[in-house]
């Protein structure tokens, strides 16, 4: 048997598992599905549902003009209230702090 005669199979087998599927369950239990997979999937996404939580970068200043920045990162609660308290780090003429919104 060849590997793509293997490979068609698998797919055909998949897909006639899912017509069967399809087929057995009632329209009010496949909505009632849905709905739980929205719920459930509302429910564990990100942190901004239920907490407080902001974009923050991590910003440096040579001289008071903006040499690098970042990839805003998301912090949520704690993490995000110890970066917008985080007091800048100068060393020299080079300055570094978190930048939040």
Do not use: H
Request: glycine share 4%; net charge negative.
């Amino acid at each position: 048997m060849s590997e793509d005669y293997a490979v068609y199979k698998s797919a055909e087998s998949i897909q006639y598992f899912i017509y069967l599927w399809l087929n057995t369950c009632s329209m009010k239990r496949l909505i009632r599905l849905l709905l739980v997979f929205l719920i459930l999937s509302l429910f564990i996404s990100d942190c901004s549902l239920f907490e407080n939580c902001g974009t923050c970068s991590l910003v440096t200043e040579v001289d008071g003009v903006e040499t690098y920045r970042t990839p805003g990162i998301v912090y949520c609660d704690e993490n995000l209230d110890e970066k917008k308290n985080s007091e800048p780090q100068t060393i020299g003429n080079r300055t570094t702090y978190w930048d939040c919104n």
